[in-house]
């Protein structure tokens, strides 16, 4: 087996490093997702990204204060070791948590649903950490036990570790493999989830049954005495979660009242179609090119139609008593598209 350098490309002298490039990959990637994703769960794109200024730094911050707390001994005789991110010793638990804490301040201050964003994440944060696992794999970390079978050692059952000349189990692949199917289970289940938080549950549950798995093999894993950190907080997360999910769907059997807030698309579907979003605007940015020709008539008969348009769905979303405020709001900026210009 060999392994390829650690360094991606130079510039100015300046080695950039596999590591940072496949993190910030992930992290444009995610906010891509994102966008794609804001309308069917009710949250502006402007707020997405202001979300992500905020999100992205401190769960970076959280990642790195989290592996040092419980590695200290190999920053406490060169503290300014914590700032070389690029040698890798980012955790994604904190991450998550720096993730989560920055979501539950935004939302409160900007009045939108905490579950909700937490539901837009969910594919991005999963898939970013699929690319990023990679990371390990050029910095030659978060790798398994020793690997003492001659028919397993072949990439990517097993990577070769050059500091040691000796062939390990590659748990980082295993995980980002994992990661990957989960991301693709979120995108092609997530529009039958009946509950706000669903996604970002289901996220959960499910990384955190391979990581209670896998990481009884690496041979760097972050220890409180002798219980691994993660394997403990995985196991915890995944008992919690699935008896929370068997709990919840049991007593919504028994009374047929839903436990939570149905997901902003089950609430108001003509408004948040996405695949209907971008034609629509074509078709009125056609008409507003027009609308020099368009008469008095054609305009009293466009704000008729958009009235009717506003009672009618107005009407929809009665019942969605969370979501009403975001509802209007849409419904305000679709009125004022159908308008022509003067």
């Known amino acids: 087996m060999t392994n390829p350098s650690r360094v991606a490309f130079t510039v100015f002298g300046k080695d950039i490093y596999w590591y940072g490039v496949l993190i910030a990959a992930a992290v444009l990637i995610g906010i891509f997702i994102c966008l794609r994703r804001a309308k069917r769960y009710g949250i502006k794109q ?13 769960a970076v911050i959280c990642a790195r204060l989290y592996y040092v707390a419980f590695e200290w001994d190999m920053f406490k005789d060169d503290p300014v070791r914590i700032l070389r991110l690029w040698e890798g010793g980012l955790a994604i638990y904190g991450a ?93 289940m997530g529009k039958k989830f009946k509950h706000r938080g669903d996604c970002f549950a289901w996220y959960v549950m499910l990384y955190a049954l391979e990581r209670a798995l896998v990481e009884g093999l690496r041979t760097d894993s972050l220890y409180i005495g002798t219980v691994r950190v993660s394997q403990l907080l995985s196991a915890l997360l995944f008992v919690g979660l699935t008896a929370f999910m068997v709990w ?63 009672e009618t769905k107005s009407g929809e979303c009665e019942s969605c008593a969370d979501t009403e405020k975001a509802c209007e709001e849409s419904e305000a900026d679709k009125g004022s598209e159908g308008s022509p210009k003067s």
């Open 96 to 188: 998550v948590i720096g993730g989560v804490i920055t979501g539950i301040v935004f939302c409160k201050a900007r009045k939108i649903s905490f579950w909700s964003l937490t539901d837009i994440a969910a594919p991005a944060l999963v898939l970013g950490q699929a690319i990023g696992r990679w990371g390990n794999f050029f910095n030659q970390e978060a790798y398994g036990i020793t690997v003492t079978n001659p028919n397993l050692m072949w990439f990517p059952m097993a990577v070769k570790i050059d500091a040691t000349n000796t062939i390990h189990y590659a748990t980082f692949f295993y995980e980002s493999f994992w990661c990957l199917l989960i991301f693709a289970f979120i995108m092609l």
């Open 248 to 310: 919840r769907y049991f007593k919504e059997k028994r009374t047929g009242v839903l436990v939570g807030a149905a997901p902003y698309f089950a609430q108001c579907p003509r408004d948040f179609d996405i695949e209907d979003g971008p034609q629509t605007e074509a078709v009125t940015a056609d008409e507003t090119e027009d609308g020099g020709e368009s008469s008095g008539n054609d305009a009293g008969d466009d704000e008729d139609s958009s009235k009717k348009k506003d």
């Open 46 to 58: 402007d707020d997405l990204i202001d979300f992500a200024l905020w999100a992205i730094p401190v």
